[in-house]
T-cell receptor
Framework: NAGVTQTPKFRILKIGQSMTLQCAQD?????MYWYRQDPGMGLKLIYY???????DKGEVPNGYNVSRSTTEDFPLRLELAAPSQTSVYFC?????????????FGAGSRLTVL | DAKTTQPPSMDCAEGRAANLPCNHS???????VYWYRQIHSQGPQYIIH???NNETNEMASLIITEDRKSSTLILPHATLRDTAVYYC????????????FGGGTRVLVKP
């Protein structure tokens, strides 16, 4: 049981480039999330998904896109990278069955845009 | 916006109990309180959650006031490895059970 796996761990992008951050979970969780964390700050929700084929915006969705074609995977796409997207990105998943919603987080992907 | 308020930082002596307060005065009757911690830049780690009753697990205890407007996370015997940022979070039932992280409390355990 690997939990939540994020790739890559580190990436440097040039302004204007695009890339996809991968997130996979093997716990059969139906909910998945993408957060970003800027230095010294808390986590901000970018996008989330309550199941395959369903996605919704969080607090800071601009500049990002997501898709959820399978229960296991929730990739985050950055189009036209900007320095403001330099951050650590965390993917999480959960199964809010009986009311509580305990998230399991990945180790993070550190992105630098130069 | 986060539905919780926490002190930005606190120190604790190694081996002593650490009591971390959290205010959540707008919590609804069916919303849980969760505590996570983040060590360095690692992914947040789940600690404990509760609804109305006090809860205890191998990591910590959670004390929730009777009116549910505040809670306290207790680390019974703090170690140096407990140095981290601790987040108190209330799920947003009205917005798809999302968890919104605030600034947390930066806890420094000193020898």
């Amino acid at each position: 049981n690997a939990g939540v796996t994020q790739t890559p761990k580190f990436r440097i992008l040039k302004i204007g480039q695009s890339m996809t951050l991968q997130c996979a979970q093997d716990m059969n969780h139906n909910y998945m999330y993408w957060y970003r964390q800027d230095p010294g700050m808390g986590l901000k929700l970018i996008y989330y998904s309550v199941g395959a084929g369903i996605t919704d915006k969080g607090e800071v969705p601009n500049g990002y896109n997501v898709s959820r074609s399978t229960t296991e995977d929730f990739p985050l796409r950055l189009e036209l990278a900007a320095p403001s997207q330099t951050s650590v990105y965390f993917c999480a998943s959960s199964y809010p069955g009986s009311g509580a919603n305990v998230l399991t987080f990945g180790a993070g992907s550190r992105l630098t845009v130069l | 916006d986060a539905k919780t308020t926490q002190p930005p930082s606190m120190d604790c002596a190694e081996g002593r109990a650490a009591n971390l307060p959290c205010n959540h005065s707008t919590i609804s009757g069916n919303e849980y309180v969760y505590w996570y911690r983040q060590i360095h830049s690692q992914g947040p780690q789940y600690i404990i959650h509760g609804l109305k009753n006090n809860e205890t697990n191998e990591m910590a205890s959670l004390i929730i006031t009777e009116d549910r407007k505040s809670s306290t996370l207790i680390l019974p015997h703090a170690t140096l490895r407990d140095t981290a940022v601790y987040y108190c979070i209330v799920q947003d039932k009205a917005a798809g059970n999302k968890l919104t992280f605030g600034g947390g409390t930066r806890v420094l355990v000193k020898p």
